[in-house]
């Protein structure tokens, strides 16, 4: 059970006491490099946190303590170490806040009542739903060969490993339209309490827009610091290792063009224009061999599980989410695709010879000149394209394909086609405009990996590289917040 949660007002009130009794160095480290973080760390609500985990603690037995504490050094710590001010270790930044008063009362504790580093790895613990197992312990011992397959390399650059399971998007694709649940989502209660102590606030406060909102996604290898082949245990036979990292496996990274050893971090994210800033708004972890195509499916599946609030208008992939089921399950919920093509599909069946058509399904003109939208014809179901010159095609044109002033004008149905003639006609400027919007993926990767270390961090297991990145993403979304009052503080004066 937890004994006492420090409240928000309660939070406030001991850190202006504990100001008092700070030096003037001390007094100066909080107003100077320590002032965005502990800006920041104020915009985080933990009374939202505290109804949210307060299930998965008993009613009875020993007291849980200081629960608000470990939830705002983990944002603490991160806070500091995108700024360069705390090294990437959670075990250092533990044994720094017993000798720095100043950080621990940034975090609500006086430095002979922090908790210990069990409490944290026991926070961690009752945020991931997975079943108890021995396969982390350290007597576990696995086969060597356990991690001595890769998949096939891709023939080109920038291209991902074919999915092992032929047809599994199909397969995924049938399961969610019959209204079942995938099975397996250990990540559920980290993914509904950043949707309570994130995404939702952001909602509130209109980081998030409640109605015509772009969501983006993308994956991006995560590099585990873990051996591969494992460790030999003595006295262990030979065809035996103990494994630190069993849950990471071999993937191929389409960037560095190479083998990597970890996971693959699949998020989906918005982007606020007028802030110019990148929101993410879940966070999944799988396997690196798993292609980005069902990645997609089923972290869509759990944004529409765990986030209900949260409204889709459009929805921005990358060329790997370009396969019929894909479009066939973002149509069946309304929601637009804006999907990059990918160039190993040829020209589709159901488009009649009679037209000839460009590798995103735009009519070329007998000048092999790409037409332009001309509209939707809503009684008969066709978009319209017309002759590239337009008015003035009588003149311009050198090959007339008929005697009309306005030229020729082709008919399409979207039907031939799911993927090529989406609701918004590829080539537009409408479509061109909202695709942009995809590189906010790309930039919350850069800031996951990068900026906030994960990639530098010395950490073991899907459940430690989840819980982490979910308070990377609650810090960007505190980002977000502290440029959104700075922007209206300015705005007022």
């Known amino acids: 059970m937890i004994k006492y949660w420090q409240s928000m007002q309660d939070y406030k009130y001991f850190l202006t006491e504990s100001k008092v009794h700070f030096d003037p160095s001390e007094r100066n480290r909080l107003h100077t490099e320590l002032w965005k973080p502990w800006q920041k760390l104020r915009l985080f609500d933990t009374d939202k946190a505290m109804r949210f985990l307060l299930p998965f603690y008993s009613s009875t037995g020993r007291p849980a303590i200081n629960q608000p504490q470990i939830l705002r050094s983990f944002i603490l710590f991160f806070l500091l170490h995108s700024e360069g001010l705390a090294k990437p270790s959670l075990t250092l930044w533990v044994d720094r806040l017993k000798h720095d008063r100043v950080l621990a009362a940034l975090i609500g504790c006086t430095p002979d009542s922090l908790p210990q580093p069990g ?19 350290r007597d576990k011992l696995l086969p060597a060969s356990r991690n001595r397959k890769k998949p096939v390399r891709p023939k080109g650059k920038n291209q991902k490993a074919q999915e092992a399971k032929p047809k599994i998007t199909d397969s995924i694709e049938k399961w969610l339209l019959r209204g079942k649940d995938i099975p397996f989502n250990f990540e559920e209660r980290l993914q509904r309490f950043f949707y309570y102590v994130a995404v939702l606030p952001s909602m509130e406060c209109g980081l998030i827009p409640r109605d015509h909102l772009t969501v983006s996604g993308d994956g991006t290898a995560v590099h585990t610091h873990a051996s591969p082949h494992g460790h030999h245990r003595a006295g262990a036979l030979e065809n035996l290792r103990h494994f630190s990292d069993p849950d990471a496996a071999w993937g191929w990274d389409s960037d560095l063009e190479k ?57 921005c992939l990358d060329s790997a989410m370009d396969n019929y089921p894909t479009y066939r399950l973002l149509k069946s919920r309304g929601i637009r695709a804006f999907i990059d093509l990918n160039d190993k599909c040829g020209r589709p069946k159901t488009i009649p010879d009679t037209i000839t058509i460009d590798r995103d399904g735009t009519p070329l003109c007998q000048e092999n000149l790409r037409m332009k939208p001309n509209g939707y014809d809503c009684s008969s179901g066709y978009l319209m394209w017309r002759c590239p010159y337009g008015k003035e095609h009588c003149h311009k044109c050198r090959n007339s394909c008929t005697d009309s002033r306005y030229g020729r004008v082709v008919k399409t149905r979207p039907e031939w086609d799911i993927r090529l003639y989406t609701d ?31 990639h530098r961090m010395f950490i073991h297991t899907k459940e430690h590289y989840s819980f982490m990145t979910t308070m990377i993403g609650i810090c960007l979304h505190l980002d977000a917040r502290y440029k959104q009052q700075a922007q209206c503080a300015q705005t007022a004066a």
């Not at 050893?261 to 798993?290: E, H, K, M, V």
């Open 424 to 454: 918004v006609p590829r080539g537009t400027d409408a479509y061109k405009k909202v695709y942009d919007q995809r590189t906010a993926t790309e930039r919350i990767n850069n800031r996951i990996l990068n900026d906030y270390g994960l």
């Open 119 to 137: 409490s944290y790895f026991d926070f961690m613990d009752r945020l991931w739903a997975a079943p108890g197992t021995d396969l982390y312990a």
């Open 259 to 315: 083998y990597y050893f970890g996971y693959t971090l699949f998020q989906l994210s918005c982007y606020n224009s007028q802030l110019r800033t990148d929101i993410p708004l879940l966070l999944r972890f799988t396997s690196a061999r798993r292609h980005d195509s069902v990645c997609f499916l089923t972290a869509f599946h759990e944004l529409e599980k765990h986030m209900p609030a949260v409204p889709i208008e459009n929805m």
